[in-house]
């Protein structure tokens, strides 16, 4: 029944965005481990067509924000209007209360918006004028952004690239997959008609089963290794947080029921070490996280150096 649904998820996103495989595995990876996808890369790639073709994958609502310089908080969140008719005051919901919300260019927002996503992504609840409200469930946030140099863009707050389970870059199309792109543009006429082929509440069923897949006390010991390897590395100044630690437990237990198990192997660490952990870590030589070929280069001599369980 997993692996049924699993597949009809992958089937229908693979309709639309063409190539990359291993992106595909990635964004469902973190659709399981109840995580937030960022998509870094140069325009034109399919980074929101991969966004959007998840969120109509999925029976659940759907919002997208657009961010740009002048986007304000209170566009993401909501914000509490008076009704005079009524005498009393109505909380109006913004965008972000929705399954999949689509974040389409979010370094290009500034840092202060940028924050407002904060809680979301970290309590599943925003709170404005003093009160709490839950967002729905499944919650996930999907965003896109532009490399750092591209004019506009302001760097993510480390606190909030924390919150993102996985960032993932989709490079460009093999020229065979980029011949059926110009052919077929999947992105207007595919994507138009997709239809879901999952329901929100087995999506919720497919996370509570990630949760049951099996992490012996060995693998836990690799993880925690990794973390402390990236904290002590000489070349490092931030290293791999508690929560990072977490991420990459919960993401090799999604690809561990990916691929039809129900305990895990080394092997779905060492796969997600880098999507998960690269963003998390400062270099010393950087000292912000826009060098992102530099943290995967410390992250992989990491996992060159501490030996996994046999």
């Not at 309590?123 to 140099?149: C, K, M, R, S």
């Not at 996370?207 to 904290?231: F, G, H, M």
């Amino acid at each position: 029944m997993q692996t049924d649904s699993l597949n009809r998820l992958r089937e229908n996103i693979t309709s639309v965005f063409l190539g990359n495989g291993a992106a595909v595995n990635r964004v469902l990876t973190c659709l399981l481990a109840r995580g937030h996808l960022l998509i870094e890369d140069v325009p034109g790639v399919g980074k929101t067509v991969l966004a959007r073709t998840l969120a109509k994958s999925i029976g659940g609502s759907i919002s997208r924000i657009q961010c740009t310089p002048d986007l304000l908080p209170s566009d993401v969140t909501g914000i509490t209007i008076y009704e005079r008719d009524r005498g009393e005051f109505r909380f109006q919901p913004g965008p972000i209360f929705h399954n999949i919300v689509i974040a389409d260019e979010i370094n290009r927002a500034t840092p202060r918006t940028q924050s407002a996503l904060l809680e979301a992504m970290a309590e599943e609840t925003v709170t404005v004028d003093g009160h709490t409200h839950e967002l729905p469930q499944p919650f996930i946030v999907v965003a896109t952004q532009n490399p750092y140099e591209f004019e506009g863009t302001y760097f993510l707050p480390e606190n909030q690239l924390d919150r993102f389970l996985i960032r993932i870059n989709l490079g460009y199309p093999a020229p065979p997959d980029e011949a059926r792109v110009i052919e077929q543009q999947p992105g207007r006429r595919e994507l138009a008609s997709l239809e879901s082929v999952i329901t929100t509440d087995e999506v919720l069923a497919l996370q509570d089963a990630v949760d049951a897949v099996k992490l012996e006390p060995s693998l836990v010991a690799y993880i925690i290794a990794l973390a402390t390897a990236t904290r002590t590395h000489d070349d490092v100044q931030i290293g791999v947080s508690p929560r990072g630690s977490l991420a990459l437990a919960q993401s090799a237990r999604a690809t561990a029921l990916l691929s039809g198990r129900d305990y895990c192997i080394p092997e779905d660490i060492v796969s997600n070490a880098i999507p998960v952990c690269a963003h998390r870590i400062i270099g010393r030589s950087t000292m912000h996280q826009g060098d992102t070929l530099t943290a995967r280069r410390l992250m992989q001599q990491v996992l060159e150096t501490v030996p996994s369980p046999s």
